[in-house]
């Protein structure tokens, strides 16, 4: 299921270090970075991470100089006994600073919960609802807001969500 360049890490190996770039100028805001450090080795999380959680759980994270790839698409993807439950897109399949998480996800689901969180807090800014049909080859979204109006779609190749 992984390849060998998978660098694969305990959750209690990990640190997230938050950091504040304060600037001179009055007039603007200061940037916040999150990144990611081993514990172990004190450095930046460079590659395809597998962070186990527990016995039963783990995720898939791609890394850049510590912090996860928002350049290209990317999506995190939570297990349970190998079992996808929940995923996260992020990278270009963003809005702006905000992301998709799907925490409750099966194949088989005809209709979605979804949340649009902030790339700083983790906090959920949305909630959405998304209808899903799954075909031979892809899997439609339908997207909604909480009070039914119609947002846009998309579509995925099954493989990215372990639909075979």
Known sequence: M???DTITLYASDIQSVQYINELKKTRSKPT???YTIDKNTNELLN???KIITDKNNYCLIHYKNGIEEKDLPSIVKYYKNDTLVGFDLKGRLTEGNLYTS???YSC???IIKVFKKDYETDKILEERKVYQKVSRRYIYWKIYSTDGKYL???RYNKHYFGCE
């Open 2 to 4: 992984f390849s060998q």
């Open 32 to 34: 916040f970075f999150k």
């Open 47 to 49: 590659g395809f991470y």
């Open 102 to 104: 799907v925490p409750k």
């Open 108 to 110: 088989k689901s005809k």
């Open 152 to 154: 846009g779609k998309s």
